[in-house]
């Protein structure tokens, strides 16, 4: 039966209001990361005595928890993409819950150090099973020809949102150490986390639900199988395991880095987050038209071959020459937008409607694998480099061969994407004339059925 206009009038108004609680709800989870992740995760550590190969761990347990992705995938389509990205995130995000109270409980370094990894471990556990089904949702729910620039517009409100947060959330830690406060400053920062729980879940709640077509049939573990072995996964799958492992090796070292070694503070920390997430504000729509232009894995090329030098900049960085950082800031605020939204669209778009969960799962295992074991095996080298690189009087510290080898990874992995089978995308030159200002036809990206395996 043919749609009425009243029909189609109302569906595009469920529709935008549904993408408005998204933008909402995305804004709202950047409040809980900026309270319980990057710079305060790294306060969190420290304050129970860490050492490099903990903050190591740290950096790898959400991506270790990919594991998880292809149960995952069969609970979202046993339990539904909706219902279960509302319960796990939920979750996900409450349980930072006990931190509340672990600072003034007086607990010895041997206890309060693992009830806090724990907390982080089962946080990255429930993140990673709602993700998926978020992921999932959103490839439902949002029309191909304008998923480039939603999420765009979703990561302009997202940046301005997250930076904020992190600007109060240092400037609160750094107000608070001097008078001996750091616990329960973190323990408030917990506190605000959880509330943006529940204040996401009821955004996350307020939007729509896409039944699935009735061919898909029951899950079927079958599917996670022909994710892998599809030629046209393949190449993506290739390109994100060696990606973020090469990304892996410095991640979770840079906040270490700026606090430790050079000496910041939590609020010069949070300042330079804001300049980068400014220019992600700036140069997010443009890679969203972009990506809806000329196919997502031209810009992907293009943002990781720019994203390799980012940690080279840092080699030149001392606690007396802090001006290349300025340098750094542009590169990543640049490069990171663009590289998120087409790593998410290329993820949805060579992906069939069916057994879509299942095909997210191993793309995301692939990228946790990659980037956890690099994490923890550059944890190890840290550790092992420590002492005879201060013994040789080296002016270099563990973490410079960190970013120097991840560097390299970063520009060796950056070409494999040019192997990715995305259907009609335009080649990289089309994307440098795009970028100089030249016309460029759209790129035609297919309806999910035509992607049937």
């Known amino acids: 039966m043919e749609s009425t206009p009243l029909a189609v009038r109302q569906r595009t108004r469920g529709l935008r209001a549904s993408l408005d609680a998204s933008v909402a709800e995305g804004a709202v989870a950047e409040v809980f990361g900026a309270c319980a992740g990057g710079a305060v995760l790294t306060g969190w550590a420290l304050y ?20 998880v992705q292809v149960p995952a995938a069969w609970l979202t389509q046993q339990v ?23 600072p003034f409980l007086a607990l010895p370094q041997s206890t309060a150090l693992p009830v806090f990894v724990a907390v982080v471990a089962l946080a990255g556990l429930f993140g990673v099973v709602g993700n998926n089904a978020w992921t999932a949702w959103m490839g439902d ?36 150490t001097p008078r001996g406060f750091r616990g329960e400053t973190l323990a408030a920062l917990a506190a605000v986390a959880c509330v943006a729980g529940v ?16 061919e898909d049939g029951p899950p079927a573990w079958r599917d996670a199988v022909r994710a892998v072995r599809d030629r046209r996964t393949r190449p993506l799958l290739a390109y994100l395991l060696g990606w973020n492992a090469a ?20 609020t010069f920390v949070a300042t330079y987050a804001i300049i980068v997430a400014a220019l992600r504000i700036v140069s997010a729509p ?18 990781s071959l720019g994203i390799s030098a ?28 663009g590289h998120g939204i087409a790593a998410f669209d290329v993820s949805i778009g060579v992906s069939p409607r069916r057994g879509r969960p299942f095909y997210l799962a ?60 995305e259907p009609a995308a335009r080649g990289v030159p089309d994307l440098a004339r795009a970028l100089l200002g030249t016309p460029v036809r759209r790129a035609a990206k297919p309806s999910p059925a035509s992607l049937s395996p």
């Open 310 to 337: 980012v940690p080279l900049v840092w080699l030149f960085v001392t606690p007396e020459r802090w001006w290349p950082i300025a340098i750094e800031a542009v590169i990543s605020g640049t490069l990171w937008g």
């Open 199 to 214: 204040v996401s879940v009821r955004l996350l709640l307020a939007q729509q639900h896409v039944a699935p077509p009735r």
């Open 48 to 67: 129970f005595g860490a050492t490099p190969v903990v903050i190591g761990l740290l950096g790898a347990l959400p991506f270790a928890a990919q594991i």
């Open 80 to 102: 539904g993409a909706k219902p279960l990205a509302v319960a796990a995130l939920g979750a996900a995000r409450l349980a930072w819950l006990p931190l509340i109270a672990v």
């Open 362 to 421: 191993v793309f995301a295992v692939g990228a946790g694998v990659g980037f956890a074991v690099s994490s923890i095996l550059a944890g190890l080298l840290a550790a092992a480099l420590a002492a005879p690189l201060r013994d040789a009087g080296s002016t270099w510290s563990e973490i410079h061969v960190l970013f120097l080898l991840s560097a390299l990874g970063r520009a060796g992995t950056a070409f494999l994407a040019l192997r990715i089978a």
């Open 286 to 303: 443009a890679w969203g038209r972009l990506v809806d232009t000329c196919g997502a894995r031209p810009v992907l090329v293009v943002c």
């Open 141 to 176: 729910l949002i029309p191909s020809q304008l998923r480039g620039r939603f999420f765009a517009r979703r990561m302009i409100y997202l940046n301005v949102t997250g930076t904020v947060s992190s600007l109060a959330a240092g400037v609160a830690l750094d107000a608070s």
């Open 247 to 266: 990304v892996g090796i410095s991640a979770g070292f840079f906040s270490f880095h700026m606090l430790t070694n050079l000496r910041m503070a939590f």
